[in-house]
């Protein structure tokens, strides 16, 4: 069974910087494009991030400049840099996968369950 875990969320000050990481595990065939998606209190999910399969690296307009994914094939991770965070950045970070659950089979949507990142001095 496929699964996403989260992990690297915390307070931050303005400012500072924050790292949050993504593992993949259980059977997995192949991993297509990998996201990051975050959901502030009442606001609803919103797209932050994407890295595809072959590398190309796509941003949100608030994000751009601050914000860096990245992923490591070998170890089926996902990355989140976080510099220079805003208190509008404070949300639940969400991990997103495209995976091949099965050999032979297609594409997947798996979510994580994800982390919590506050920005507050």
């Known amino acids: 069974q496929v699964q996403l875990v989260e992990s690297g969320g915390g307070l931050v000050q303005p400012g500072g910087s924050l790292r949050l990481s993504c593992v993949a595990s259980g059977t997995i065939f192949g991993i297509g494009d990998m996201d990051w998606y975050r959901q502030a209190p009442g606001k609803e999910r919103e797209w932050v991030a994407r890295?595809?399969?072959?590398?190309?690296?796509y941003y949100s307009d608030s994000v751009q400049g601050r914000f860096t994914i990245s992923r490591d094939n070998a170890k089926n991770t996902l990355y989140l840099q976080m510099d220079s965070p805003k208190p509008e950045d404070t949300a639940v970070y969400y991990c997103?996968?495209?995976?091949?659950?099965?050999?032979?089979?297609?594409?997947?949507?798996?979510w994580g369950q994800g982390t919590q990142v506050t920005v507050s001095s």
């Open positions: 890295v595809s399969r072959a590398g190309y690296i």
């Open positions: 997103h996968s495209e995976i091949i659950p099965h050999y032979g089979g297609g594409y997947r949507n798996y």
